[in-house]
């Protein structure tokens, strides 16, 4: 088998290395800066901050890893086939991986939600590819909320809109360690679409020339037309179109004039530069003229997220995003192709814009986020979805939060309703997982010479105290529901296993310092009780298992 350490690896540009590229290329500091889609260039606005945040320019040939094999696997299969070499070049935020934490010096974990999935898709077109996706690439949460899980124990609160579960169980890679499930489920308020509230929905699709191939902008139209076959009367499509120019395609038309919706999507073709700026400020215009009250009004954009033109700063662009989620207009990505593609972009335009991020690799994966999910991708039941999960000393000496390294909030912004978060749209479920150390087990830090440790608090009948803040869809003040987490350890479920499973091949996947010598032959073999799922109605997880073993070829 080659060695993929042949390969070129990711390349870390630093904000030291911005600065020289943009003297290279002729641009101003701030320029360089602001431009943070563009290659040459480490940095994109937070959400939340706006600060710099590096970012990992992928530089390969499709094949490439940044992850050392462990010494315990070994190549257990011939190397599937690859296909031809794909010089790339694609933006990444920088992940750093969550740290163990000692619970006397710091009891809280507090963060948003998270609903994208973009990671799980983007991941598996790396692996169908032949190569190991780049650490980066790799948001574990987004990998483990990729799919449903069952609730039929989960607790409800007078009036939620949601059921919540917890689960304390044995850690598949720490014996001696537990994982703290928190799962919550939204009701599914739409049973199927002619019940879906009236929709005012635009399409804005990236028909520059760099979208012009059969995975962007061929796989974006098909996928547009899945979706127009299931649009109704009292539904309005717009389509927004921009390269250098941007231009209405089709005014708000009502959704049953079929037809007339597909002739006009299958007129895009793709040609010039990207103005990404000008393009979002017209579709929210045309989302403001056609806006539904008590409908849904969400915005549609579909691209590789290769802007070049126009977006002189990206704080602007995501000012203009965030004013109009304000107004009840929201805003998803659906990510496209390869080589030039801007991961970190479409993730943080969707996140600002209280809409969901997902990566589309196939029509299958089309009409999983479009028409099989449709409920929850288009309607929200609660809004600013916040966790804090508070660990009792007495109970647990270290934690760590598995995932969401990006949707990590201050311990103070839990009860701060003006500080945004993530949504959860109707019948969609979400995880959170912690490792813990019980008391009297030996972890990963050593106890302190100097600052005192003794515990005050001796009752250690409670793990912790699990406290969940949202908002109704139409209001501006969150409500709490809290629960109790007993400190009791119970057999992992099928649907616990295969979280844990996903889990597991995620921090395989960014080489984990945390797993011990756990491999992905241990990872199918837990991920293998749930796959039976009634809820698996597209099969996903017998793919999961495929994609386990391609991962581990690969190493």
């Known amino acids: 088998m080659t060695s993929l350490s042949l390969f070129k690896r990711p390349l870390l540009l630093t904000s030291l290395t911005a600065l020289t590229l943009s003297a290279l290329n002729g641009c101003s500091t701030q320029q360089d800066i602001s431009n943070a889609n563009e290659p040459s260039s480490d940095v994109i606005q937070n959400s939340q901050m706006l600060e710099v945040t590096p970012v990992i320019l992928v530089e390969s040939n499709s094949a490439y890893s940044k992850m050392a094999a462990p010494a315990s696997i070994q190549a257990p299969s011939p190397m599937p086939s690859i296909r031809p070499p794909v010089s790339s070049s694609e933006n990444y935020a920088e992940i750093e991986r969550n740290a163990v934490h000692a619970t006397h010096e710091q009891a809280f974990a507090t963060l948003s939600i998270d609903t994208d999935t973009g990671s799980y898709a983007n991941v598996r077109r790396f692996l169908n590819n032949g190569s190991l996706p780049p650490t980066d690439a790799v948001r574990v949460e987004e990998l483990i909320n990729y799919f449903n899980y069952d609730f039929k124990n989960a607790a409800k609160q007078s009036g939620s809109p949601f059921l919540v579960s917890t689960e304390v169980v044995n850690s598949p890679w720490h014996p001696s360690n537990r994982i703290v499930k928190v799962g919550i489920k939204a009701d599914d308020v739409v049973t199927n679409n002619q019940n879906q509230p009236a929709a005012n929905l635009v399409f804005l699709v990236d028909v520059s020339g760099s979208m012009n191939s059969s995975d962007k902008l061929q796989l974006a139209k098909s996928s547009l037309k899945i979706l127009a076959k299931e649009l109704r009367a009292q539904d309005t499509i717009t389509l927004v179109t921009y390269a250098g120019n941007t231009g209405v395609v089709l005014p708000a038309t009502p959704g049953n004039q079929t037809q007339k919706i597909l002739n006009a999507i299958d007129n895009l073709s793709a040609s010039g530069s990207t103005n990404g700026e000008a393009a979002i400020k017209l579709a929210y215009q045309q989302a403001q003229e056609n ?180 908002k109704a869809p139409q209001s501006e003040t969150s409500k709490l529901l809290t629960f109790p987490i007993a400190n009791k350890v119970s057999n992992a479920s099928a649907d616990t296993k295969f979280a844990m499973a996903v889990a597991g091949y995620g921090q395989l996947l960014t080489n984990s310092k945390y797993v011990n010598d756990l491999t992905y032959d241990q990872v199918a073999q837990l991920a293998k009780p749930g796959l039976n799922s009634a809820l698996d109605k597209t099969n996903s997880r017998a793919e999961f298992i495929k994609l386990v073993e391609l991962a581990n070829d690969l190493q």
């Not at 912690?434 to 972890?443: A, C, D, I, L, R």
Request: proline letters at 1%; charged letters at 25%.
């Open 291 to 470: 806006f539904k009250k008590n409908g849904i009004n969400r915005i549609l954009m579909l691209t590789d997220g290769d802007f070049n033109v126009g977006v002189s700063n990206v704080k602007d662009m995501l000012d203009i995003i965030r004013s109009n989620r304000d107004k009840g207009i929201s805003l998803s990505t659906l990510g496209f192709g390869q080589g030039n593609y801007n991961d970190h972009m479409m993730e943080q335009v969707a996140d600002n814009g209280n809409g969901n991020y997902s990566y589309i690799d196939s029509l299958s994966e089309a009409k999983k986020v479009l028409i099989d999910e449709m409920s929850s991708t288009f309607n929200t039941v609660a809004k600013d979805v916040k966790i804090q999960l508070e660990f009792n000393p007495a109970a647990v000496s270290e934690w760590r939060l598995i995932g969401y390294e990006n949707r990590l909030l201050a311990k103070e912004d839990f009860n701060n309703d003006k500080v945004d978060a993530g949504e959860l749209g109707a019948g969609k479920s979400v995880v959170a997982l912690f490792e813990v150390t019980p008391v009297g087990q030996k972890g990963l830090l050593d106890a302190s010479r100097y600052q005192k440790t003794a515990l005050t608090n001796k009752n250690n009948s409670e793990l912790g105290f699990l406290k969940i803040r949202y």
